[in-house]
């Protein structure tokens, strides 16, 4: 093989940019749920590849912010971009302000590029677990977000999303570019979603952390959530839900990380933990539904319909 052969062999394939249909909705605007699932799906795999990211292990998801549906970046993303680009890392300092734990980051590639920045969660009236997840959470914020400064990138991370107020995850089927939940625009046009993959993905979710901590039916925890009443989907919704709630308040990133304990906690009295109490659920969502016909809603329970 010669020098020209070497070359072309060694050459990264050609980048695939999205179509002009794409790139007009992205830089007009701004809102991916006007892309079809097809159109939504060629730009993700498209984001990935100018960056150099695995889609497979889906870097990133979409967030609903103010009506619009736009990209954030979650642990994978950051950790594959310091690889990539021979990010490292260090903690330049950690103080308390008025209530609020600051920790900085400092971030240099291999180029010898510096940035930094910093990660501040509230943790006025915590102590003990809850105080120590907050401590936590504010440092990883810190080295995801200079991470992402750093390579150039003006994404949303995953630890910054749970911090806004109305910003509502949506997932997608990474097979189809389907979002997983509905999202409601300014306007109120609801873009249609696939049903079937969300209940595909929560059901996976509640099985998954389900066997990995006993909980089976015929356990006191089994039993709670079997009494809530419904079919098994709505069993795993309950369970989904109560996961995304404690880990929201926790400030943790897997489910694992929740316990049959906390999810009792949670199903029994709203107690998400690190001092948050969903209310709703506390005041409406232990009724007893008629038929136990699940409609939706905002506690772990949801709303029932006769």
Excluded at 82 to 91: A, E, F, Q
Excluded at 153 to 161: I, T
Excluded at 163 to 171: C, E, L, M, Q, Y
Excluded at 204 to 214: E, L, T, V
Aim: glycine residues 10%; proline residues 6%; contains cysteine.
């Amino acid at each position: 093989m010669n020098t020209t052969e070497l070359a072309v062999a060694a050459s990264p394939a050609p980048l695939a940019l999205p179509s002009p249909e794409i790139m007009e909705q992205v830089f007009g605007a701004g809102d991916l749920s006007k892309l079809t699932p097809a159109k939504r799906l060629e730009l993700y795999n498209a984001t990935c590849q100018s960056l150099g990211l695995n889609p497979l292990s889906r870097p990133f998801e979409f967030v609903n912010l103010s009506g619009k549906l736009v990209f954030y970046a979650r642990k994978d993303a950051t950790e594959q971009l310091r690889k990539i680009h021979g990010v490292s890392l260090r903690i330049v300092s950690r103080e308390t302000l008025e209530g609020v734990y600051v920790v900085t980051a400092e971030a240099k590639d291999r180029t010898g590029r510096t940035d930094e920045a910093t990660g501040a969660v509230n943790i006025a009236g915590l102590n003990g677990e809850p105080l120590a997840n907050a401590f936590m959470k504010a440092e990883t914020k810190a080295k995801r977000r200079v991470t992402l400064s750093l390579c150039g990138m003006g994404f949303l991370d995953e630890s910054e999303v749970s911090s806004i107020p109305d910003a509502r995850t949506v997932g997608f089927d990474p097979r189809t570019g389907e979002l997983d939940a509905p999202v409601v625009g300014a306007e109120n046009a609801v873009v249609p979603v696939s049903d079937k993959a969300r209940v595909t993905d929560q059901n996976r979710r509640s099985i998954d952390w389900r066997k990995a901590n006993g909980v089976e039916n015929g356990t006191p925890l089994g039993n709670l959530i079997k009494s809530r009443g419904g079919d098994a989907d709505t069993r795993h919704r309950i369970v989904t839900e109560a996961l995304d709630a404690i880990r929201r308040a926790r400030g943790w990133e897997s489910d694992s990380d929740v316990t049959p304990k906390h999810v009792e906690d949670y199903l029994e009295t709203g107690d998400a933990g690190g001092n948050v109490i969903d209310t709703h659920y506390t005041e409406t969502a232990r009724t007893e539904p008629p038929n136990g016909v699940y409609a939706g809603g905002d506690g772990p329970l949801g709303g029932f319909i006769e």
